[in-house]
């Protein structure tokens, strides 16, 4: 039977064009629902008669290995067997990469997509492995899911380098948070002198060195001077004698020891995850230029951080069929209800990739504050009394258009070719 091209949901629900291939006499398909050290397999030929009934195995090499004998053993003649496991975050890796017999399809159906199947049989809040499994085995025989690729291993790290940016930068702001928290406790009314405590030199030596503020009562106005300049800063006097003022005033709490030393550990914390962050902000820098990615570096306002956040939630830019799939998949798209004749548009439907979705955010922000072109056109949705949100939207579709041409093309960005698009 030949093949008719489709466009079906990916992984992180975007649509690309695939060859949607339907269960033929010969077909077996299997199923495959992963957990963390188990899955539960079945298998179904075209006729919906169980050759393997719902299975759980152990998520091994030798528990793969079982499955496929007792497969291959269920019919003399030759068979073509599609494989299809749901998406689920990192578990499913493994079966990613088990070394399958020769001709066996895989392909990932997205999770969504079962939970819509389960819906259709009428079991949307009942979920179990063989419900799963049941919902698998009709999405498989229907052509769903798409193929396995193989992703180049400059864009496997850059992922994995984004991503582990990514967590500690969310482990770096949750700790800053922590010891501001600590700090009201052990010298109250300091930010009310100093706004930006970790974005300035004098702001981190308050943590460092005088979390009593006794100690800098002490010291005085022109100790205080002398203080920062030994440790390279340059304070000015009004500054310092306010300081001084707050830490005179300053009413600590009965715990203000125990949240110092609580300061102390989160100091530790704080400097380590920002070695990290800049070590894997480095990294990234270096893996762009040999990516596909490397021509977003020529756009105003993207550096690294954000093009790898972009390139580590998109993946495979191959497997994108445009932007508005890219878009729609990230979960920008407005919701839509339309009946009789009549539709009507609401927020932006958040179904999709949260990654992608801050990462297009990110990247019209850059676009916002450093592209002439996207600063008029925000500021005349500002103009018009659009709100933040909405104009954070608008950037965010405009700098996913960009990016998608750029890595597309291999073009490097050309502000006189975007004012043409946008008038």
Same mark, same amino acid.
């Given at each position: 039977?030949?093949?008719?091209?489709?466009? =079906?949901?990916?992984?992180?629900?975007? @649509?690309?064009?695939?060859?949607?291939?339907? *269960?033929?006499?010969?077909?077996?398909?299997?199923?495959?629902?992963?957990?963390?050290?188990? *899955?539960?397999?079945?298998?179904?030929?075209?006729?919906? /008669?169980?050759?393997?009934?719902?299975?759980?195995?152990?998520?091994?090499?030798?528990?793969?290995?079982?499955?496929?004998?007792?497969?291959?053993?269920?019919?003399?003649?030759?068979?073509?067997?599609?494989?299809?496991?749901?998406?689920?975050?990192?578990?499913?890796?493994?079966? $990613?990469?088990?070394?399958?017999?020769?001709?066996?399809?895989? !392909?990932?159906?997205? +999770?969504?997509?079962?939970?819509?199947?389960?819906?259709?049989?009428?079991? /949307?809040?009942?979920?179990?492995?063989?419900?799963?499994?049941?919902?698998?085995?009709?999405?498989?025989?229907?052509?769903?899911?798409?193929? !396995?690729?193989?992703?180049?291993?400059?864009?496997?790290?850059?992922?994995?380098?984004?991503?582990?940016?990514?967590?500690? !930068?969310?482990?770096?702001?949750?700790?800053?948070?922590?010891?501001?928290?600590?700090?009201?406790?052990?010298?109250?009314?300091?930010?009310?002198?100093?706004?930006?405590?970790?974005?300035?030199?004098?702001? =981190?030596?308050?943590?460092?060195?005088?979390? #009593?503020?006794?100690? @800098?009562?002490?010291?005085?106005?022109?100790?205080?001077?002398?203080?920062?300049?030994?440790?390279?800063?340059?304070?000015?006097? +009004?500054?310092?004698?306010?300081?001084?003022?707050?830490?005179?005033?300053?009413?600590?709490?009965?715990?203000?020891?125990?949240?110092?030393? !609580?300061?102390?550990?989160?100091?530790?914390?704080?400097? #380590?995850?920002?070695?990290?962050?800049?070590?894997?902000?480095?990294?990234?820098?270096?893996?762009?230029?040999?990516?596909?990615?490397?021509?977003?570096?020529?756009?105003?306002?993207?550096?690294?951080?954000?093009?790898?956040?972009?390139?580590?939630?998109?993946?495979?830019?191959? =497997?994108?069929?445009?932007?508005?799939?890219?878009?729609?998949?990230?979960?920008?798209? +407005?919701?839509?209800?339309?009946?009789?004749?009549?539709? =009507?548009?609401?927020?932006?439907?958040?179904?999709?990739?949260?990654?992608?979705?801050?990462?297009?955010?990110?990247?019209?922000?850059?676009?916002?504050?450093?592209?002439?072109? *996207?600063?008029?056109?925000?500021?005349?949705?500002? $103009?018009?009394?659009?709100?933040?949100?909405?104009?954070?939207?608008?950037? *965010?579709?405009?700098?996913?258009?960009?990016?998608?041409?750029?890595?597309?093309?291999?073009?490097?960005?050309? +502000?006189?070719?975007?004012?043409?698009?946008?008038?």
């Amino acid at each position: 039977m030949a093949a008719s091209p489709d466009a =079906r949901d990916t992984p992180g629900g975007a @649509l690309v064009s695939v060859h949607v291939v339907p *269960a033929t006499s010969s077909t077996i398909v299997v199923a495959i629902d992963v957990g963390k050290n188990v *899955a539960a397999i079945s298998a179904t030929d075209s006729s919906r /008669r169980r050759v393997l009934p719902p299975t759980h195995v152990a998520l091994t090499r030798s528990g793969l290995d079982s499955v496929v004998t007792r497969i291959q053993s269920a019919s003399d003649a030759p068979i073509q067997v599609r494989v299809g496991v749901e998406a689920a975050g990192h578990y499913h890796q493994p079966v $990613l990469g088990y070394t399958r017999p020769s001709g066996w399809e895989l !392909v990932e159906v997205n +999770p969504a997509r079962v939970a819509e199947q389960r819906k259709i049989f009428g079991r /949307r809040r009942v979920k179990t492995d063989a419900i799963d499994l049941d919902a698998l085995t009709e999405l498989l025989l229907a052509g769903q899911g798409i193929p !396995v690729i193989s992703r180049s291993d400059v864009c496997a790290e850059l992922s994995a380098w984004s991503a582990h940016r990514s967590r500690r !930068v969310l482990t770096h702001t949750a700790t800053m948070i922590q010891l501001t928290t600590q700090l009201d406790r052990a010298f109250p009314g300091v930010g009310t002198v100093i706004s930006d405590l970790f974005g300035t030199g004098i702001g =981190r030596l308050v943590i460092a060195e005088f979390t #009593d503020p006794t100690h @800098l009562t002490k010291l005085g106005t022109k100790g205080l001077i002398a203080f920062a300049a030994d440790h390279g800063l340059r304070l000015e006097h +009004p500054r310092a004698e306010r300081l001084v003022a707050a830490a005179a005033d300053a009413l600590p709490t009965p715990h203000a020891a125990l949240a110092r030393r !609580v300061i102390a550990r989160d100091r530790i914390l704080l400097d #380590d995850l920002e070695a990290q962050i800049t070590e894997a902000t480095a990294r990234i820098a270096e893996l762009i230029p040999a990516s596909p990615f490397a021509t977003l570096m020529s756009v105003p306002g993207w550096g690294p951080a954000r093009i790898g956040n972009y390139a580590g939630a998109l993946g495979d830019p191959e =497997r994108w069929a445009g932007p508005a799939q890219i878009y729609r998949a990230s979960g920008l798209v +407005p919701a839509q209800y339309e009946s009789a004749g009549k539709r =009507r548009d609401g927020h932006i439907s958040r179904e999709g990739s949260v990654p992608l979705r801050r990462a297009l955010i990110e990247l019209g922000f850059g676009l916002r504050h450093n592209e002439p072109a *996207a600063k008029r056109y925000a500021a005349d949705l500002k $103009l018009r009394g659009k709100p933040n949100r909405v104009i954070g939207c608008a950037l *965010a579709h405009r700098a996913n258009r960009i990016a998608y041409a750029l890595v597309r093309d291999r073009a490097t960005f050309d +502000p006189g070719y975007w004012r043409r698009e946008e008038s």
